[in-house]
T-cell receptor, first 114, second 117 residues
């Protein structure tokens, strides 16, 4: 069974600083990996996903993530934080092939300090 | 991508009562999913709802507590029965946005925040 671990339930960065949100997965085979963002009082939105191919994946709003099989990691980064990035971020994983169950991490709340 | 509307957006309920959450999608979808989001915990899948068949429940969730209906390809309901304070949570409806690249990409409604007193 899949499991997803997000290190740090709360992360604070200064506006303009690097954003790094950590995610590790546990799987016997490389899964499909996702990052979702949830703004207050809204549903989750897909930021980016990794399925196969290039291990560095670019998403919306300047975010990107790199799949590292050797480290079983899929950390989310953004070079320069913006106030509008303040939200909760969820890492998720699923097995490959169609309507597979998606397993979520516990989420990381990102605070951006002016 | 699909647009999902959930009702109610929030409610305060008394212990022992039941509440039904509605999920309306603006396009026909094969599979709908119900998740629970508790503070400090990951989103937990309650069940998968296919039109025309019984919902498939995850371990720890039972039909008597969380009955689900799926009368057509655009609508589903989740009932939280005989509520206790432990059921206070956000309940989220989601659908598979597409299966491009074989990945189950989800679209979510804004959620229904239930508080049980």
């Amino acid at each position: 069974a899949q499991s997803v671990t997000q290190l740090g339930s709360h992360v604070s960065v200064s506006e303009g600083a690097l954003v790094l949100l950590r995610c590790n997965y546990s799987s016997s085979v490389p899964p499909y990996l996702f990052w979702y963002v949830q703004y207050p009082n809204q549903g989750l939105q897909l930021l980016l996903k990794y399925t196969t191919g290039a291990t560095l994946v670019k998403g919306i709003n300047g975010f990107e993530a790199e799949f590292k099989k050797s480290e079983t990691s899929f950390h989310l980064t953004k070079p320069s934080a913006h106030m509008s990035d303040a939200a909760e971020y969820f890492c998720a994983a699923s097995s490959s092939g169609g309507y597979q169950k998606v397993t979520f991490g516990t989420g990381t709340k990102l605070q951006v300090i002016p | 991508s699909a647009v999902i509307s959930q009702k109610p957006s929030r409610d305060i309920c008394q212990r022992g009562t039941s509440l039904t959450i509605q999920c309306q999608v603006d396009s026909q979808v094969t599979m709908m999913f119900w998740y629970r989001q508790q503070p400090g915990q990951s989103l937990t899948l309650i069940a998968t709802a296919n039109q025309g068949s019984e919902a498939t429940y995850e371990s720890g969730f039972v039909i008597d507590k969380f009955p689900i209906s799926r009368p057509n390809l655009t609508f589903s309901t989740l009932t939280v029965s005989n509520m206790s304070p432990e059921d206070s949570s956000i309940y989220l409806c989601s659908v598979s946005r597409d299966i491009d690249s074989g990945a189950n990409v989800l679209t979510f409604g804004a959620g229904s925040r239930l508080t049980v007193l």
